[in-house]
């Protein structure tokens, strides 16, 4: 079976389920690079680290021209995500994370975020509409979750719109996989590089600058960090700039993630994702002294820029490929492997002539990819504002729990069912072995378990040598 027979037939499904005409066309693109050979890679040889750009600590933005810009900014909430890698099958950003601030709830991540925009609409007066890009996986559970705020929706703008899918593809031939098993399982979302292809397919971008909107702040539903943020939004008002992208100084902790670099042979900014990151360049990519800033995902956007960049390609920007091995059960090492062809929605930046960075503050970024993140979110290392900020009281230590009893949501809810521990007074916590914690657990210092496992008792303090 030749290739592009493997793309008819992706094309041809694709079509039959009803996929967006631009994510078509963008797949095709993508499929004809991998063809090639091309894997996305960015090697060290070939770019400068990016070291010079502004810093939001040190902005001054008048107060005015800071509320001037709020009043013309839209949120966006990237809510795809299943949170498979903790075993969960519904939306991540459904997840209970904190007690709400009168403690009359629990609050999941869409709580938190409706919070946030709710106090800043309060406190400025600014309409912010707040919208989802769901997946076709997390669209149905997310809008029941959020029938609750029947204030939400502004302007008559849509609450939500759908990200696209595309096939998995069978390593051998580039073909589309077949899993009778769980069909659901041959489709995977096209990586959030999608964004433009989604809301070209949706209108959205049109929508909000019919209804008098200029800019739009994106961001992960699970970084409860992106708050709405005046001082950023009037700084990108007075830059003139198309896009912007929020970069933070890196820490021992940051060893993910994606990086803004400067491409030698143009001068281009682009951007450089782990899995476009050769196995013998991650040594310099991780190095604080040479690539000092990750990327947060957070992004700024002029839409009429956006929405003349969407109308000129039909919503297909020429975005770098990253291709992703995979086996088409995530769950099943043993199922056939596939390749799942994505794009980055930062890499953006080398599309937009202008385009820009920002330093800010990790409050900014505090996502939750894992377990270890979720424990060290629900600790008293933070505590939610009255409007609905997560607000650090002490550093964030590192955790690292147990894989084999805590990676997967279910466990790590048992073993932490009468709360998490205080971590205030923790540089880090590390268990090995199955250890189910008591109510009012304290870490201090290097705080670390080991052995078979076992209950930690109520009231006890962790240290380095165990409790």
Known sequence: MTDLTGLEQARTKMTEAGVAPAAIETFTRFYHLLQSGASGMIR????????????????????????????KTAMLKLNGGLGTSMGMDQAKSL??????????????FLDIIVGQVRAA???????????????????????????????????????????????????????PVTWEK???????????????????????VVALLEAGFRYMCVSNSDNLGATPDATIAGWFAASGAPYAAELCRKTPADV??????????????????TAQTHPDDVAASLDATRHPFFHTNNLWFNLEALGAELERTSGVLELPLIRNDKTVDPSDPSSPEVVQIESAMGAAVAVFEGATAIEVERSRFLPVKTTNDLLVLRSDVYDLTPDYRLEAQALAPLVDLDKDHYKLIDGFTERFAAGAPSLRDADSLT???????GSGVRVEGKGQLTGDGGTVPDGVTVGPEGF
């Open 182 to 204: 769980d069909p659901d399982l041959e489709w995977c979302p096209p990586g959030h590089g999608d964004l433009y292809p989604a809301l070209h397919a949706s209108g959205v």
């Open 431 to 437: 268990v090995r072995g199955d250890w189910t914690f």
């Open 121 to 175: 609409r309060e406190a400025t007066g600014a309409r912010l509409p707040l919208l989802f890009m769901n997946s076709f996986r997390t669209r149905d559970d997310s809008l029941a979750a959020l029938e609750r705020y029947p204030d939400l929706a502004v302007d008559g703008l849509p609450i939500d719109f759908l990200q696209n899918r595309e096939p998995k593809l069978l390593s051998q031939d580039l073909t």
């Open 44 to 71: 060290e040889d070939d770019i400068d680290p990016l070291v010079d750009i502004p810093n939001r600590a040190e902005l001054t933005i008048g107060d005015d021209e800071a509320a001037a810009a709020l009043a």
């Open 95 to 108: 997840l209970p994370v904190r007690e709400a601030p009168d403690g009359s709830e629990i609050l999941t």
């Open 256 to 273: 993910k993630g994606g990086q803004l670099v400067i491409r030698k042979a143009d001068g281009q900014v682009v951007q450089r994702e």
